[in-house]
């Protein structure tokens, strides 16, 4: 019998370890599950609200009034479509990374860039998380969801997911009332590792691709992240709290005057990407910068971590300084990648 926990904390359940209590709490591991915490929010007159691994989430300190569901959809199956290619079938509750390991064990192409990534597999493709080089969106073949507004599940292929740079339609409006119950990936038994992210090119600059096999791919991946990003077994963050800004070319030209050495990647549609990292350190002398409990990671800025006692107002109090000296010495508005509730 499933059970409704009240008032139950939920930064035992955030990776930034902050966030206070949930009205009500319970563990969903089938689609049976939902229909049945989504039955209980109606009784209660509360919104039903879905929590994977917690690691992209703030949650306020007077705590969320709703149930909140953890999403613990297990399942983990390959099925090949041809000699070449498998679809990998996952639960929405299942480990990112673990899912990772497993097709590059089984010597499938196509996620091990995503390596190292904390969060749920359901929680993978809201966000579409990407890193060097690599997006979900890439090998996303559909994903079953739960229409929280008819009560069906249905099933979104890539194009309905309207994926671009770090977003989807799970993120807006029109995509909230779906619930994700698990995942299909496209993976090709024939590939090649990609290694043209710098990062990668630096770390195998006297191999060729073809030598490079997927553990060497992941192993780098991994040490790589190691290096740069805190550990969240050892200080509370939600990795990159903010996206990295997208501007107007004409913006950037205004910029670039100012600061010659601004790194920029323009993109197709003539907008430019920023490293916000860079602004950070080199523009707002922000490397390192601590307040109290809270700060920004010395070896990557955009990561703000909970040095152990911060509230989730002290992160947001930071935020708030972040953004407003961002703005003042660049004129761009930061959009933060964490979701606030
Ligand atoms: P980085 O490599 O220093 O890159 C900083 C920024 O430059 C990112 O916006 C990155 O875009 C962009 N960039 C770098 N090379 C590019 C290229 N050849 N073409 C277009 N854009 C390029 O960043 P990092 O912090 O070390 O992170 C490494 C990777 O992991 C990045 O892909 C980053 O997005 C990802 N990551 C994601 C999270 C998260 O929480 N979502 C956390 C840490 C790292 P992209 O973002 O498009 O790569």
Same mark, same amino acid.
């Given at each position: 019998?499933?059970?409704?926990?009240?008032?139950?904390?939920?930064n035992?359940?955030?990776?930034?370890?902050?966030?206070g209590?949930?009205?009500?709490?319970?563990?969903?591991?089938?689609?049976?599950?939902i229909?049945r915490?989504?039955?209980?929010?109606?009784?209660?007159?509360?919104p039903?609200f879905?929590?994977g691994g917690?690691?992209?989430?703030?949650?306020?300190?007077?705590?969320?009034? +709703?149930? &909140?569901?953890?999403?613990?959809i297990? #399942?983990?199956?390959? *099925? /090949?479509?041809?000699? $070449?290619?498998?679809? @990998?079938?996952?639960?929405?509750?299942?480990?990112?990374?673990d899912?990772?390991?497993?097709?590059?064990?089984?010597?499938?192409?196509?996620i091990?860039?995503?390596?190292?990534?904390?969060?749920?597999?359901?929680? +993978?493709? &809201?966000?579409?998380?990407?890193?060097? #080089?690599?997006?979900i *969106? /890439?090998?996303?073949? $559909?994903?079953?969801? @739960?229409?929280l507004?008819?009560?069906?599940?249905?099933?979104?292929?890539?194009?309905?997911?309207?994926?671009?740079?770090?977003?989807?339609i799970?993120?807006?409006?029109?995509?909230?009332r779906?619930?994700?119950?698990?995942?299909?990936?496209?993976?090709?038994?024939? #590939?090649?590792?990609?290694?043209?992210?710098?990062?990668?090119?630096?770390? @195998?600059?006297?191999?060729?691709?073809?030598d490079?096999?997927?553990?060497?791919?992941?192993?780098?991946?991994?040490?790589?992240?190691k290096?740069?990003?805190?550990d969240?077994?050892?200080?509370?963050t939600?990795?990159?709290?903010?996206k990295?800004?997208?501007?107007p070319?004409?913006?950037?030209?205004?910029?670039?005057?100012?600061?010659?050495?601004?790194?920029?990647f323009?993109?197709?549609?003539?907008d430019?990407k920023?490293?916000?990292?860079?602004?950070l350190?080199?523009?707002?002398?922000?490397?390192?910068?601590?307040?109290?409990?809270?700060?920004?990671?010395?070896?990557?800025?955009?990561?703000?971590?909970?040095?152990g006692?911060?509230?989730?107002?002290?992160?947001?109090?930071l935020?708030?300084?972040i953004?407003?000296?961002?703005?003042?010495?660049?004129?761009i508005?930061?959009?933060?990648?964490?979701?606030?509730?």
């Amino acid at each position: 019998m499933m059970e409704f926990l009240e008032f139950v904390p939920l930064n035992q359940y955030t990776t930034f370890r902050t966030g206070g209590p949930a009205r009500y709490f319970c563990h969903i591991r089938s689609v049976a599950d939902i229909v049945r915490a989504r039955e209980f929010a109606k009784e209660k007159g509360l919104p039903l609200f879905v929590l994977g691994g917690g690691s992209n989430l703030l949650v306020s300190d007077s705590g969320i009034n +709703a149930v &909140v569901a953890k999403m613990e959809i297990m #399942g983990r199956k390959f *099925r /090949e479509v041809d000699h $070449r290619f498998s679809e @990998f079938i996952v639960g929405a509750g299942e480990n990112w990374d673990d899912a990772v390991a497993l097709c590059v064990s089984k010597g499938l192409y196509g996620i091990e860039n995503l390596s190292g990534i904390p969060g749920t597999v359901g929680a +993978a493709p &809201v966000q579409n998380i990407g890193a060097y #080089g690599t997006e979900i *969106r /890439e090998t996303l073949a $559909r994903v079953n969801v @739960f229409d929280l507004e008819t009560g069906e599940e249905k099933i979104l292929n890539n194009e309905e997911c309207k994926f671009s740079y770090r977003n989807s339609i799970f993120k807006t409006k029109e995509g909230k009332r779906y619930v994700i119950v698990g995942v299909t990936l496209l993976l090709d038994s024939q #590939g090649r590792v990609n290694i043209g992210y710098k990062d990668l090119k630096e770390r @195998f600059k006297d191999s060729y691709s073809k030598d490079v096999s997927l553990n060497d791919l992941r192993s780098a991946v991994l040490d790589i992240r190691k290096n740069k990003l805190p550990d969240i077994r050892e200080c509370g963050t939600a990795g990159s709290f903010f996206k990295n800004p997208i501007i107007p070319a004409k913006k950037f030209a205004e910029l670039n005057e100012k600061y010659p050495d601004m790194p920029n990647f323009p993109l197709p549609n003539g907008d430019v990407k920023i490293p916000l990292a860079w602004i950070l350190d080199n523009v707002c002398g922000l490397k390192g910068f601590q307040d109290g409990p809270v700060g920004l990671y010395k070896t990557q800025p955009l990561a703000l971590i909970n040095l152990g006692t911060a509230s989730s107002q002290d992160v947001l109090n930071l935020v708030a300084r972040i953004k407003d000296i961002v703005r003042e010495k660049t004129g761009i508005l930061i959009e933060e990648e964490v979701i606030i509730v």
